[in-house]
């Protein structure tokens, strides 16, 4: 009975898979965000088409919004942007992270 207590664990090991891709937090695989070129946002209106637009020009998988005086996290994500608007909605900056 001590011998299969002893070997149970590593039958069990052996019974589990791991996925071929295991996700990693603040990782999408095959997205990264990049920011450049996205200035000719700013100014625009915060609507979702825009957000749309933002997260394929930057090639993110994760849009956050940012409105005044919203509190954020402070994780990076590599895979996230986040378009901080103003008081009028339109969209004042773009970040990665």
Not at 25 to 45: K, L, M, N, S, Y
Not at 65 to 70: D, L
Not at 72 to 88: A, I, N, S
């Amino acid at each position: 009975m001590r011998k299969l207590v002893l070997a149970a664990p590593a039958l069990l090991a052996a019974c589990s898979t791991a996925p071929a891709e295991s996700p990693v937090h603040g990782v999408t695989p095959g997205h990264r965000c990049e920011a450049p070129g996205t200035d000719r946002f700013t100014g625009q209106p915060g609507t979702s088409e825009t957000g749309a637009a933002i997260m394929q020009a930057t090639h993110a998988a994760v849009l956050r919004w940012a409105p005044p005086g919203y509190m954020l996290t402070m994780d990076y994500r590599e895979d996230r942007v986040t378009v901080h608007l103003g008081p009028d909605g339109n969209i004042t900056a773009i970040k990665c992270g």
